[in-house]
């Protein structure tokens, strides 16, 4: 059996870091630097079922943490902004290319809602 080892890609969002924390400059220096990325493998979990989706989103979300960790986990407020931002960002992403909906909606469930992911609302009419 062909074992399946399919990735994901996290990265942080180049632009908007660099220009947060100040160093615009010398991302227009050397454009051709990519944004930090780490490879999540996920060939082994059934991602259509819950425990699945949990385990990536666990695998996800530590990958996320060591890619955004130059922002440092700082008490300082806006270092701590900037960083819960970059994880956030990390994961919505790779949620997204995942595009499976047991882990989009276990994303959701935590709080992290990709970008181009259509918001489900019911709504009951007053009568």
């Not at 991602?47 to 989103?57: C, E, K, R, S, T």
């Not at 060591?66 to 919505?92: E, K, P």
Request: glycine share 6%.
């Amino acid at each position: 059996m062909k074992k399946l080892h399919t990735l994901v890609a996290l990265t942080a969002l180049a632009g908007g870091v660099l220009a947060a924390t100040g160093l615009s400059t010398i991302a227009h220096a050397d454009s051709t630097q990519a944004p930090p990325s780490l490879k999540v493998f996920y060939g082994d979990l059934d991602i259509n079922n819950v425990h699945g989706a949990a385990a990536l989103y666990r695998r996800i979300s530590f990958a996320a943490e060591s890619v955004c960790l130059d922002m440092g986990r700082s008490r300082q407020l806006a270092m701590m902004s900037r960083y819960s931002s970059c994880v956030h960002s990390a994961i919505g992403n790779a949620v997204q290319q995942v595009n499976r909906p047991a882990v989009t909606e276990y994303a959701a469930s935590r709080g992290v809602i990709p970008a181009d992911t259509p918001i489900k609302m019911k709504v009951a009419s007053a009568r």
